[in-house]
């Protein structure tokens, strides 16, 4: 029985808003924490390997795979004829993407067969034995060209209108146009695509796959086994890192997995190597995008008319709703009385695109903000003036392309606490003295903004389900939809859950992500992951916690408000009973200690065809400082310093935001750098692994580094504990880099003209444009 | 051939002494740990030692006794481990489950997200422990070069990495049982070599250079295997058989530096590491060019000689060792004969070495008093990325002021390692001044005529390598036109 004391003072661990550890860290750092390919494989384990298209766009005239059934270990290869169900994967139902190509090879580097043996290494051998007759056809990598050569598009584009951009250009009080070319990018996760399939009874099958998606990889694996998705149960404990590119790709691995573990009754583990990863998946969408905007003498834009075209690739996956975000972020902070906004999605001979951290939005706001840039060289204006000139207002000036409303702008705080705590303005006069001394070393300064849209815009997605269970110990259970790629999700979700129930975050185990305990789950993604899941965790601790309140309040003899959770006890009347022991008690008693929690955002709507709604349940904000010094002979350059502040809402866990932040920041500079895919004349990737392609290391970290989570921000919606979703918004802080390098660039010819730097500024992007503005 | 032969090889893994008798020439380090020995805290990531994932530490008895070094388990192979003690992550957290110092740091500062780079980055910083515990953050950056990691933005690490150095190193696991181990490889070592068949072929491990050049008559088309940072990748990459496959790691004979009056002599089996203190002393530039190549794990295994050897155009110690007129000595059977550098070099994939015939040692000339001298690297990355073009600058001037010797030599801008000729030629006998060395700049384009590819377009190429002599003219002239992440001092060219 309880002991009777009032209160109790202590405070739980791990509540929310503390900067909890992440919860596998030990793990990690032990090497201990388990990946697919480091679990225990099931005895008679066989693996699979990818057979590779060697051509961008032809027929397959004939495949002869004698030599690889015949290599040693082979057990038997596959092709499309031997896909039991559909021979697609599109995530869209659109029919475009079969798990392996049936009699054309619509990029280079399609994946045509799989060889199953006995070893990984007998597998890749004999993968390389196969001999493919093709007859060629044109092909075209490049998004300009395949819009020149009247692609089509993969998808249906997408159209915003507000206002009447066409006769305010026609009036324009002044009017510029250009063009800017922005490259993809490849996810990179550390840990790359990996599935292991293992046969059940009947039309069984239980799939380990490394997946942002284990809904979609269940109805993927059931529709090419030809069964449904109930005999297919997907099993997410962590990925080795996502950043979307584990959204759809995990599904060809897994469908082959599964086909090949139920055609030879074994389990089947699939593992290509990196370069084929990075061959055979699709990445962050490169675009071209054309602007004609009108602007008065303040820089305040009066109309823009833009079109956004991707390189798409060979197959839809997500490029609609990448390129539709795109349009719904070129606006980023700014308001555009007068818009028209367009988007070509075309089809490519490559592999298709597919998501990547911010969708589609960091391109689209990439653009915009070069149309701030070409602005402010044209007014001989800092990019900064224009910005603030175009600034969304409070209460005006505050409707967007796509008809929604800005309620919760806080840009204007958020750039002038960052302009003041970065000394920005003083940095800049510096900056520009040091380039008047006219050296071989140049400098550039920028603030950039962000403003980024949180919700899926399919707005179906924006639901979520967690299951939690508290056994008769006291100890609970708790399982949710969403994926832990390393974002911290499944430590949030707990420090929910922890905080709901008021006990120590050591109380709860975090399980692995089952389709079998959740259904029907969204991708983790779109930085959604903890507003949707923390909420499902909560509404299934409400239930629970009013189920026990109930039977206190009868037991006890006490009104239900005289029933509260407090620190690891349950405070009934004026007794203080420990957590688990009221556990026990209501086990006894026949309470049900266990719960499915749901959550749908609410407010949100979208009609794409009219292109007007409130795709947004609400909008987060951030603004950095990048201050670069390039070299003028040879185009290299180094990232000097940056100030960071993010708005996270009020933060479920300081200490992970700020790693995402931090993060976030350097992959995207690695995308405005040195991350570069390059396609030869024949259409084939030749940056396809860590030797060719360039990451950020720890020596391109901007030397100093100061990154601040706004901390009176609080999220004007009821998310989760009012926090605000984190894992995209920051990725578009590093617009700052580019722009500052462009500020170099500009020096050596006065600032008289905008440098045009397109993405990824390269060093040698950077002496081309020097070269180009010493030349002008 | 020596009296005996052995039959396996003998290592430490851990905390356990192997005997291996069942090997094959390609079986790499990263696959013995994890399919052999499960031992899956190590993580393959690339498979071609760019990432990192799969740091351990290998312990070696070199010239200065037993050292510590983070290698790529995965490109690696287990032929090169004989009488080496690997250690894996899973050796450093206490049995009861304490963290080690370095991996507590790395939780305490929120390091790992996605945890899959974490293992190779603790090892890494304990390698860097073990040497340097009190280490800055310019060397912490340089001991991260090749570690990637794709979600955290380093900052957490390298706090975590400053926080480890505020803990003592003396009470680790391997300083105190350092003697003990190094007691028991000099055990190992028998200087017996080693032979192993395995259905895909010999391994061959010889006991001295002397039977190295027994070996070598016996199977003049056996690969010659020494950091295996280029042949590694021919099995991981390519699939390729390398069988017969000779290792030649542990012959400490091909380790040594020697340096007198007349310059410098280095074994061909001299890694990056080792090579560095002794090039950077007296040679300007060459530590900064040093610290680029690869990262520390590759410069930890990788050698000069195999730099050479190999005769990539883009490999970076070729221009500069050519810029400085270094000779090389090759040795077949017990037989030596010693070349011009620059004349080993014949075409693309093609250079002046006979079957059976191995790269025995380099010998660098001390740079006369008075020249000037500087190397610069080119890169879409500063850091582990391979040139798009490397340029080495020597330049004697007369008392007048008058260019008396030029020798400029390149990579990535021709199919070999190349000096350019024309250049030279057309400063010697001339002032050095601004404008001599613009009209020179245009000779270049007579020079070479270089490649597009992903790493840098003709026209890059050729612009940059016209602007390095640009830099290296006006560094000469005591400015500063470079940019430096950690304040140094000034290039002394």
């Known amino acids: 029985m309880g002991e009777t004391v009032t209160r109790s003072s202590s405070e739980i661990t791990g509540g929310v808003h503390t900067p909890r550890r992440h919860d596998s860290a030990h793990k990690h750092v032990t090497g201990s924490a388990e990946y697919i390919d480091d679990m225990v494989e099931p005895a008679g384990t066989l693996h699979a390997y990818l057979g590779l298209s060697e051509r961008a766009n032809a027929i397959v005239t004939s495949m002869d795979l004698e030599a690889v059934r015949n290599a040693p270990g082979v057990i038997g290869v596959l092709t499309a004829a031997d896909v039991p169900g559909e021979n697609d994967l599109s995530p869209t139902h659109r029919h475009d993407e079969p798990v392996l190509a049936d009699d054309q090879s619509a990029f280079y580097g399609q994946p045509i067969f799989a060889v199953i043996a006995e070893t990984r290494e007998d597998a890749r051998r004999a993968a390389t034995l196969a001999r493919v007759d093709y007859e060629e056809r044109p092909h075209h990598t490049d998004v300009v060209s395949a819009m020149e050569a009247g692609y089509p598009h993969v998808t249906e584009p997408l159209q915003l209108r507000n206002g009447d951009a066409e006769t305010a250009l026609a009036s324009a009080t002044n009017r510029l146009s250009g063009e800017m070319r922005i490259g993809g990018q490849d996810h990179f996760y550390l840990e790359g695509q990996i599935a292991m399939a293992i046969p059940g009874e009947d039309d069984e099958v239980t799939v380990y796959s490394s997946t942002q998606h284990p809904s979609e990889i269940q109805h993927m694996v059931a529709q090419a086994l030809g069964t449904v998705s109930n005999a297919v149960t997907v099993h997410t404990r962590r990925m080795g890192g996502g950043f979307g590119g584990k959204e759809t790709q995990g599904n060809q691995f897994a469908a082959i997995a599964a086909i090949a573990a139920k055609r030879w009754n074994r389990a089947v583990k699939i593992r290509p190597d990196r370069d084929d990863d990075m061959i055979a998946t699709g990445k962050r969408h490169d675009f071209h995008v054309a602007y004609d905007v009108a602007y008065d003498n303040d820089g305040r834009i009066e109309a823009l008319d833009a079109v956004f075209a991707a390189r798409c690739g060979f197959s839809s996956d997500l490029s609609g709703p990448v390129t539709d975000r795109a349009l719904f972020h070129c606006d980023n902070c700014y308001f555009l009385p007068n818009v028209r906004l367009r988007s070509r999605p075309m089809k490519t001979d490559t592999v298709s695109n597919t998501a990547f951290r911010g969708f589609g939005g960091p391109q689209g706001k990439l653009g915009g903000e070069r149309v701030i840039e070409e602005i402010a060289y044209a007014l001989g204006k800092d990019p900064l003036e224009v910005r603030k000139a175009n600034f969304y207002g409070i209460g005006e000036r505050n409707v967007t392309p796509y008809h929604q409303v800005v309620e919760d702008n806080i840009i204007h705080r958020i750039v002038e606490e960052l302009e003041e705590s970065s000394n920005y303005q003083a940095r800049r006069e510096a900056v520009l003295a040091f380039n008047a001394a006219g050296g071989v070393l140049r400098k550039g300064i920028a603030l950039t903004p962000v403003k980024f849209g949180i919700s899926f815009t399919a707005t179906w997605f924006n639901q979520a389900g967690a299951l939690v269970h508290i056994y008769q110990d006291g100890s609970i259970h708790l399982n949710h939809g969403g994926t832990e790629m390393g974002q911290g999700l499944n430590t949030k979700v707990a420090q929910v859950v922890a905080d709901e129930f008021q006990v120590d975050i050591e109380t709860i185990r975090i399980t692995a992500t089952n389709t079998g305990k959740v259904p029907n789950t969204s991708a983790t993604a779109a930085s959604s992951g903890s507003d949707l899941n923390g909420m499902a965790a909560a509404n299934a601790c409400e239930q629970i916690k009013a189920r026990l309140v109930a039977y206190a309040s009868e037991h006890f003899g006490v009104p239900e408000e005289q029933v509260a959770f407090v620190p690891n006890h349950v405070q009934v009347g004026n007794q203080l009973i420990p957590f688990h022991e009221l556990i026990r008690q209501a086990y006894t008693h026949r309470v049900q200690l266990s719960a499915a929690g749901f959550y749908k955002t609410p407010k949100i709507h979208w009609n794409r065809e009219t292109g007007q709604g409130r795709p947004f349940f609400y909008f987060a904000y951030g603004a950095s400082v990048s201050e670069v010094t390039i070299d003028t002979l040879t185009g290299e350059y180094h990232v000097d310093r940056v100030d960071i502040l993010q708005d996270v809402g009020k933060s479920l866990n300081p200490a992970i935001d700020l790693g995402q932040v931090q993060g976030a920041f350097v992959q995207g500079m690695g995308w405005l750098t040195t991350e570069e895919l390059w396609w030869d004349d024949n259409g084939r990737l030749r940056t396809h692994a860590p030797s060719t392609y360039k990451i950020p290391l720890a020596s391109d970290k901007p030397k100093e580094f100061n990154v601040e989570l706004a901390n009176w921000s609080t999220n004007k919606e009821r998310t989760i504990r009012r926090s605000k979703a984190v894992g995209e918004p920051p990725f578009m802080l590093a617009n700052s880099v580019l722009e500052a390098l462009s500020m170099a660039v500009a020096s050596v010819a006065d600032y008289r003209e905008c440098p045009r730097l397109d993405a990824p500024a390269t060093p040698e992007r950077i002496l081309m444009a020097v070269d180009r503005l010493k030349q002008a | 051939m020596p009296d005996t032969v052995r039959h396996e090889l003998r290592f430490i893994l851990n905390s356990e002494v192997v005997h291996l008798g069942d090997v094959s020439p390609t079986l790499t380090l990263l696959d013995y740990l994890r399919l052999r020995r499960r031992l899956t805290g190590t993580k393959e990531g690339c498979a071609e030692g760019d990432c990192g994932a799969c740091t351990v530490l290998v312990g070696r008895l070199g010239p200065k006794g037993l050292v510590y070094e983070s290698v790529n388990a995965c490109i690696r192979f287990v032929g090169s481990l004989d009488a080496c003690h690997v250690v894996t992550i899973e050796h450093l957290a206490e049995i009861n489950g304490n963290l080690h110092p370095v991996q507590q740091a790395m939780v305490d500062f929120h390091g790992s997200q996605c945890g899959f780079c974490t293992p190779g980055i603790v090892m890494s910083l304990y390698g860097l422990w073990l040497e340097t515990p009190k280490a800055n953050a310019e ?355």
Not at chain 2, 454 to 475: G, I, V
């Open chain 2, 139 to 493: 060397r912490i950056e340089k001991t991260l070069q090749g570690n990637l990691c794709r979600c955290t933005g380093y900052e957490a690490i390298l706090n975590a990495a400053e926080a480890m150095a505020q803990s003592d190193n003396s009470g680790d696991k391997l300083i105190v049982t350092h003697e003990a181990i190094s007691g028991k490889l000099a055990e190992l070592r028998d200087g017996n070599r080693v032979e192993i068949d395995s259905p895909s072929g010999k391994t061959i491990v010889p006991g001295s250079v002397d039977d190295l050049g027994a070996v070598l008559e016996a199977y003049p088309g056996a690969t010659v295997v020494a950091g295996s940072t280029d042949v590694g990748l021919w099995v991981t990459k390519h699939m390729r058989d390398i069988a017969p496959a000779v290792f030649i790691g542990n012959l400490v004979e091909l380790q040594t530096i020697s340096e007198d009056e007349s310059g410098i002599t280095m074994g061909a089996g001299v890694t990056y590491t080792d090579a560095f203190e002794a090039l950077s002393r007296g040679i300007p530039t060459m530590g900064d060019l040093w610290d680029r190549i690869g990262g520390e794990q590759v410069r930890n295994m990788g050698t000069v000689g195999g730099n050479i050897a190999n005769g990539s155009p883009i490999g970076d110690t070729p221009p500069p060792l050519i810029a400085l007129g270094a000779k090389l000595t090759l040795q077949k059977g017990s037989a030596t004969r010693t070349i011009d550098l620059e004349d080993f070099f014949i075409d693309y994939g093609k250079q002046d070495r006979a079957p059976g015939e191995f790269v025995r040692s380099v010998f660098i000339p001390k740079l006369p008093d008075g020249d000037k001298f500087a190397v610069y690297k080119i890169s879409k990355r500063r850091d582990e990325d391979i040139s798009a073009v490397c340029g080495a600058f020597r330049l004697r001037l007369s008392a007048d002021g008058t260019v008396e010797n030029a020798r400029f030599a390149f990579g990535g801008m021709a199919a070999t390692p190349t000096r350019a000729k024309a250049v030279e030629q057309a400063l010697i006998g001339q002032d050095w001044n601004e404008a001599n060395v613009e009209r020179a700049m245009e000779a270049f384009e007579g020079d070479f005529t270089p490649l597009t590819d992903w790493r840098a377009s003709a026209r890059y190429r050729m612009m940059t390598t016209k602007n390095l002599l640009k830099r290296f003219y006006l560094e000469t002239q005591g400015q500063a036109v470079q940019i430096a992440r950690h304040q140094k001092a000034l290039a002394e060219a």
